[in-house]
């Protein structure tokens, strides 16, 4: 069967098919280019399994297939080691236009596990899912950064004598995962196992992290590591020329192996950007199947592991600064009052400099939940140099289909005041990156 999932409710693309039937993509797929789709749908390894579309954050959502092979892979990966068998039951967090929900779903129904979908409504009210996970037992869940901070505050709130949780592990993906963060799930949820998983959908996951309670002794809000590579997937830090990085220099992630997508349908200039070979002696090793260059910055650590540095293209100069708004966002989450925040840059009168504007979801009943305290909070870590020009109140952050923070839709609602009359106190913004 062949799955077909669109990036957003209501796309025209969601269709099962049966062995057989003829695949149309109503002429999107060039049969002769890098966009060009696998046979369908006789269901061997190489054949098309599914065709989903990217979450579109840096960019158009673009149509990604993968193979039977691929997704079987990683369904036997994702079971074995998260410890999904008989007696677990997972929670299937993600939505079913998201890559995400057919390996937790096969990963799960293969290994003789139950799977619980998390109804619709629950993905925007931490409340209600808090309790549908003590109602339902469940073991293993898997969602995003952004949400399971406010999860974990509503957690915080049940009542005493409320039905316990039974999870025993904690998946994080689609969105960098700050220490504070990883120290506040353990601090929760004592004895749980906390992973950090990072991947772009052209290879579903490429990487894996078990967080420790002390976050790896990470200081601050700088995001934990993204780990080593999952079987089957090569992962490089290469410079500019396709040079691998030292330890500690940052470069662009690139991802090799044989799960990784053909290409792009019906977009081969994006594909042929995207999965452009290594330079010939760049020093990177063998090949390993098909090399696709994320966009995504990372560094290594002197012992391999790997730690993600923000999206190249997402950088923006801030007074002068080049500066990733996820660092704000980072340290905005950190306020007692702050359930749930995301900064977006706001491009400036003369189009080459932004202004940050920040959301946030204030923790019902806090004290200090006002605009003025969370610029005060961001002032102290940064000084007056990054400080969102807009700290706005909202009930909930829009989210895609794969649950991640949908800026597009924010930058929308953004409304930029006048810069304030005077900076908040803080340290000198000196030395910032």
Same mark, same amino acid.
């Given at each position: 069967?062949?799955?077909?999932?669109?990036a957003? %409710?209501?796309?025209?693309?969601?269709?099962?098919?049966?062995?057989?039937?003829?695949?149309?993509?109503?002429?999107?797929a060039?049969?002769?280019?890098?966009?060009?789709?696998p046979?369908?749908?006789a269901?061997?390894?190489?054949?098309?399994?599914?065709?989903?579309c990217?979450?579109?954050?840096?960019?158009?959502p673009k149509?990604?297939?993968?193979?039977?092979g691929?997704?079987g892979?990683?369904?036997?990966?994702?079971?074995?080691?998260?410890?999904?068998?008989?007696?677990?039951?997972?929670?299937?967090?993600?939505?079913?236009?998201y890559d995400?929900?057919l390996?937790?779903?096969?990963?799960?129904?293969?290994?003789?596990?139950?799977?619980? %979908?998390?109804?619709?409504?629950?993905?925007?009210?931490?409340?209600?899912?808090?309790?549908?996970?003590?109602?339902?037992?469940?073991?293993?869940?898997?969602?995003? %950064?952004?949400?399971?901070?406010?999860?974990?505050?509503?957690?915080?709130?049940?009542?005493?004598?409320?039905?316990p949780?039974?999870?025993?592990?904690?998946?994080?993906?689609?969105?960098a995962?700050?220490?504070?963060?990883?120290?506040a799930?353990?601090?929760?949820?004592?004895?749980?196992?906390l992973?950090?998983?990072?991947?772009?959908t052209?290879?579903?996951?490429a990487?894996?992290?078990?967080?420790?309670?002390?976050?790896?002794?990470?200081?601050?809000?700088?995001?934990?590591?993204?780990?080593?590579?999952i079987?089957?997937?090569?992962?490089?830090?290469?410079?500019?020329?396709?040079?691998?990085?030292?330890?500690?220099?940052?470069?662009?992630?690139?991802?090799?192996?044989?799960?990784?997508?053909?290409?792009?349908?019906?977009?081969?200039?994006a594909?042929?950007?995207?999965?452009? %070979?290594?330079?010939a002696?760049?020093?990177a090793?063998?090949?390993?199947?098909r090399?696709?260059?994320?966009?995504?910055l990372g560094?290594?650590?002197?012992?391999?592991?790997l730690?993600?540095?923000?999206?190249?293209?997402?950088?923006?100069?801030?007074?002068?600064?080049?500066?990733?708004?996820?660092?704000?966002?980072?340290?905005?989450?950190?306020?007692?009052?702050?359930?749930?925040?995301?900064?977006?840059?706001?491009?400036?009168?003369?189009?080459?400099?932004a202004?940050?504007?920040?959301?946030?979801?204030?923790?019902?009943?806090?004290a200090?939940?006002?605009?003025a305290h969370w610029?005060?909070?961001?002032?102290?870590?940064?000084?007056s140099?990054l400080l969102?020009?807009?700290?706005?109140?909202?009930?909930?952050l829009?989210?895609?289909a794969?649950?991640?923070?949908?800026?597009?839709?924010?930058?929308?609602?953004?409304?930029?005041?006048?810069p304030?009359a005077?900076?908040?106190?803080?340290?000198?913004?000196?030395?910032?990156?």
């Amino acid at each position: 069967a062949l799955v077909v999932a669109g990036a957003d %409710p209501g796309d025209p693309v969601a269709a099962l098919v049966g062995e057989g039937a003829v695949l149309d993509l109503a002429g999107l797929a060039d049969a002769d280019g890098p966009g060009a789709v696998p046979p369908a749908p006789a269901g061997g390894p190489a054949d098309l399994a599914y065709l989903a579309c990217t979450s579109g954050t840096t960019g158009r959502p673009k149509a990604v297939p993968q193979t039977h092979g691929a997704l079987g892979q990683m369904a036997r990966w994702f079971a074995d080691r998260f410890g999904i068998g008989p007696g677990s039951r997972v929670a299937q967090w993600a939505a079913p236009g998201y890559d995400a929900a057919l390996v937790e779903a096969f990963a799960a129904l293969a290994a003789g596990a139950v799977l619980c %979908p998390v109804p619709d409504r629950m993905r925007a009210h931490p409340e209600e899912l808090a309790e549908w996970l003590a109602a339902r037992r469940i073991t293993h869940l898997q969602t995003v %950064p952004s949400f399971a901070r406010p999860l974990l505050a509503a957690v915080a709130r049940r009542p005493a004598g409320a039905a316990p949780l039974a999870l025993r592990r904690v998946l994080l993906a689609g969105e960098a995962l700050s220490a504070d963060l990883a120290r506040a799930v353990h601090a929760a949820w004592p004895g749980v196992r906390l992973t950090n998983l990072y991947g772009p959908t052209e290879s579903i996951l490429a990487t894996a992290h078990d967080v420790g309670p002390d976050a790896d002794g990470a200081t601050g809000p700088g995001a934990v590591a993204i780990g080593r590579p999952i079987p089957g997937r090569q992962v490089l830090v290469l410079d500019a020329d396709d040079r691998p990085c030292p330890p500690g220099v940052t470069g662009e992630i690139v991802v090799r192996g044989p799960h990784v997508t053909v290409g792009y349908v019906g977009a081969p200039a994006a594909a042929a950007a995207a999965f452009r %070979p290594l330079r010939a002696g760049s020093g990177a090793g063998p090949a390993a199947g098909r090399c696709y260059r994320t966009g995504d910055l990372g560094r290594s650590r002197p012992d391999g592991t790997l730690e993600f540095r923000g999206r190249r293209d997402h950088q923006v100069k801030v007074n002068g600064m080049r500066v990733e708004p996820a660092e704000v966002e980072a340290v905005l989450g950190t306020h007692p009052s702050v359930a749930a925040c995301a900064v977006v840059p706001v491009p400036g009168p003369d189009g080459l400099t932004a202004r940050l504007a920040a959301f946030v979801v204030p923790v019902p009943g806090a004290a200090d939940a006002a605009p003025a305290h969370w610029r005060r909070h961001v002032g102290r870590h940064f000084g007056s140099t990054l400080l969102p020009l807009t700290c706005r109140p909202v009930e909930d952050l829009p989210r895609g289909a794969g649950g991640k923070v949908d800026r597009r839709r924010l930058l929308a609602r953004a409304v930029l005041a006048s810069p304030p009359a005077a900076p908040a106190a803080g340290p000198s913004q000196e030395g910032h990156p």
